[in-house]
C-alpha cells in the first residue's frame, strides 16, 4: 500500500513499479486504485474504486466540494469496505501494489484507512510504503517532521511500513540518509539551520524516533529514471519474511 502527502509521487512509483517487477520478475502483480478522485492513470487497474464511485458523480448527485466530496467517498469505502477488500483479496497475484487517495490525511486520520488495512490484512500480509518527496528531506527539521508522519501512519494503519524519498534524482542539501542515524550529522546540521526552540524540538524528536524504530531502512528512487526499484523490491520481499533482516 503506497501512502504519502500529495504530490509525492505515489501513482508515478506504482506504475513504475509495476513495470520493473514485470520485467525484472516471474511473480503475479495486480495493481489497486483506492484514489475517487483521480483523472487519469498511467497503468490499468486489476480493481478501481472509480468502478464504484467517483469524487466527480458525488459532487454531482450530492452538490459538495472537492472536500466534502472526498469525505463523504471515505465514508463510502468504510461502507463498502467488506466488498472493497473481497475484489481485492481474491486478486490472484504475489504481490497486489495499492495506489492510495492522493489526500492522506483522509485516508489515514479517518476510519477509512484503518479498517481498509484490517480487513485486506486477514486475507494477504500487508504493509504500507510511506512517500517522502525528496524537497521535503531537504533539511533536518522538515525531515524529522516527515518522519514523524511515517510513524503516525504506522500508528493508525497497524501495518509495518518504509520510508521512501521519491524524486532522488533531485538534489538535496543534505545527506538524507545520514540523518537516520549519525547523530553528530543531524546535531550540526540543525545548529545551521538557527531556529531556536525550533532546533531543540527537532532534535528531541529525532532522539525520540531513533529510540522507536531503531532497524529503519530508507530507499531512495526516481520512477521516472527508474532508480532504487530493486533496492524496494528486496525490502518488500523481506517483509514478507519473518527471519528477513530488515536492519
Known amino acids: 500500500m503506497f501512502i504519502g502527502p500529495a504530490g509525492s509521487g505515489k501513482t508515478t512509483l506504482v506504475a513504475a513499479f509495476y513495470e520493473w517487477l514485470l520485467d525484472n520478475t516471474d511473480l503475479r502483480v495486480k495493481l489497486v486504485n483506492l484514489d475517487p478522485g483521480v483523472e ?20 454531482r448527485k450530492e452538490k459538495l466540494g472537492p472536500n ?43 476510519p477509512t484507512g484503518p479498517i481498509l488495512v484490517e480487513k485486506l490484512s486477514k486475507g494477504k500480509p500487508t504493509y504500507t510504503v510511506f512517500l517522502v518527496d525528496s524537497s521535503f528531506a531537504s533539511s533536518p527539521s522538515s525531515f524529522i517532521g516527515v518522519w514523524l508522519s511515517s510513524i503516525t501512519v504506522r500508528l493508525r494503519l497497524g501495518a509495518p511500513n518504509y520510508i521512501v524519498v521519491t524524486k532522488s534524482d533531485l538534489e538535496t542539501r543534505v545527506d538524507v540518509k545520514r540523518l537516520l542515524y549519525d547523530e553528530k550529522y543531524v546535531l550540526e546540521e540543525l545548529r545551521r539551520e538557527e531556529m531556536g526552540e525550533a532546533s531543540e524540538l527537532a532534535w528531541r524528536s529525532w532522539q525520540l524516533l531513533k529510540d522507536f524504530q531503531p532497524a529503519l531502512r530508507m530507499v531512495r528512487v526516481s520512477a521516472t529514471r527508474k532508480i532504487g526499484l530493486e533496492e524496494l523490491y528486496d525490502i518488500l520481499h523481506e517483509m514478507k519474511c519473518v527471519c528477513g533482516d530488515m536492519t
Not at 40 to 59: A, N, V
Request: glycine fraction near 4%; charged fraction near 30%; proline fraction near 5%.
Open 40 to 59: 487519469y492513470l498511467p497503468y490499468e487497474p486489476d480493481f478501481d474504486i472509480r468502478s464504484i464511485f467517483t469524487l466527480r458523480d458525488i459532487m
Open 68 to 110: 466534502g466530496a472526498m469525505i463523504r467517498a471515505s465514508e463510502s469505502m468504510v461502507e463498502l469496505s467488506d466488498e472493497i477488500c473481497r475484489k481485492i483479496n481474491e486478486l490472484k497475484s504475489d504481490f497486489t501494489l495499492i495506489d492510495t487517495p492522493g489526500q492522506m490525511e483522509v485516508f489515514v486520520y479517518r
